[in-house]
């Protein structure tokens, strides 16, 4: 009978999550793979077995950060209307940042000082947002949408990031209905996008 494999999928992501967490609350000061070991009730031994050392973990959680992101935007099936594509992609963004927020900051916050990504990190980072681009690039092509300069995707990016941004940082105004407003800011967004009928 072969022996059960203990540095398997599972601890990846348990020391993946417990390493974001560590960033996001407490800096990049408190992420030492001793530290990180002894919280996730493993070896610094599994740790380099499993990411070759720090260098190599911090960009394990950048790719798993865009990952976990990218599966989720996926996940949105098409209606064959570009504009609420557009809306559903918005929410299924905060979704996913509310389901993972130690690693939102680990895509964008800068929370790895030096951290560098190389090449096939960068193109991971990009395809997580391929379905964004995919929309707005279904959208001018069927004449849904205006754009005709390449600006909306960081337009609408810059939305969602921005709102999910202040919620997550809790800067909110108190007492928002902070689902029923993000959506409400994502169709304003779409429709200022959206060629008007009959033109």
């Known amino acids: 009978m072969p022996r059960p494999r203990t540095h398997d999928e599972a601890l990846r992501g348990r020391l993946l999550d417990r390493a974001g967490e560590l960033l996001s609350q407490e800096g990049a000061g408190a992420l030492s793979l001793r530290r990180l070991a002894t919280d996730a009730a493993t070896s610094t031994t599994a740790v380099y077995s499993l990411f070759g050392g720090k260098p190599g973990l911090v960009r394990e959680l950048y790719v798993e950060a865009f990952h976990r992101l990218g599966t989720r935007l996926r996940a949105v099936a098409a209606t064959g ?9 918005g929410v299924a963004y905060r979704a996913s940042a509310l389901a993972d927020p130690h690693l939102y ?10 951290f560098d990504p190389d090449d096939a990190a ?14 707005i690039e279904t959208g001018v092509r069927e004449g849904v949408f205006t754009d005709t300069d390449g600006t909306m ?7 969602v990031h921005g709102l999910v941004s202040l919620e997550l940082l809790g ?10 407003a993000y959506e409400r800011a994502l169709r304003a967004n779409t429709a200022g996008w959206t060629r008007p009928t009959g033109t």
Request: with cysteine; charged share 15%.
């Open 81 to 89: 209307d570009p504009a609420e594509d557009l809306v559903r992609l």
């Open 105 to 114: 900051a680990v895509m964008f916050g800068g929370a790895i000082p030096g």
């Open 122 to 135: 960068v193109e991971h980072s990009r395809a997580a947002l391929a379905p964004l681009l995919g929309v």
């Open 153 to 159: 995707a960081v337009g609408c990016w810059g939305i």
């Open 171 to 180: 800067n909110l105004p108190p007492g928002l209905d902070v689902a029923a």
